[in-house]
């Protein structure tokens, strides 16, 4: 059973930066992705980083060339680099490990292919 913890939320001013971190419990090489939900919403893909012969990176068209997500095999992490917050940036975000590897917008953008997830940490952006 893997376990993934992120850390890294906090309040930020607009425009600010945070990164966000996730630590695995299991070595593993599915993909990983970043999810968020706001208040009252449902959650939203962010990004998803698969890495096999190369790295694969995709993105929600929200956040691209805002946001970078990264992953780091060897010490089974995940980051999430945030730039130019914005107030609707404002949610809680979640760590997601698939069993597989997935190349593909359809899979990586659905939650029904993440088996494992983390508790989530709160990000907060004012305007």
């Known amino acids: 059973q893997a376990q993934l913890v992120e850390s890294g939320g906090g309040l930020i001013q607009a425009g600010g930066s945070l990164r966000l971190s996730c630590a695995a419990s299991?070595?593993?090489?599915?993909?990983m992705a970043w999810f968020r939900q706001a208040p009252g919403k449902e959650r939203e893909f962010v990004a998803a980083i698969s890495t096999w012969k190369e790295t694969w990176t995709y993105y929600a068209d929200s956040v691209k060339g805002r946001f970078t997500i990264s992953r780091d095999n060897a010490k089974n992490t995940l980051d999430l680099q945030m730039e130019n917050l914005k107030p609707e940036d404002t949610a809680d975000y979640y760590c997601?490990?698939?069993?597989?590897?997935?190349?593909?917008?359809?899979?990586?953008?659905?939650?029904?292919?993440?088996?494992?997830w983390g508790q989530g940490t709160q990000v907060t952006v004012s305007s």
């Open positions: 299991r070595r593993s090489s599915g993909t």
């Open positions: 997601a490990q698939a069993n597989s590897i997935y190349t593909s917008r359809d899979y990586v953008t659905d939650t029904n292919t993440y088996f494992y």
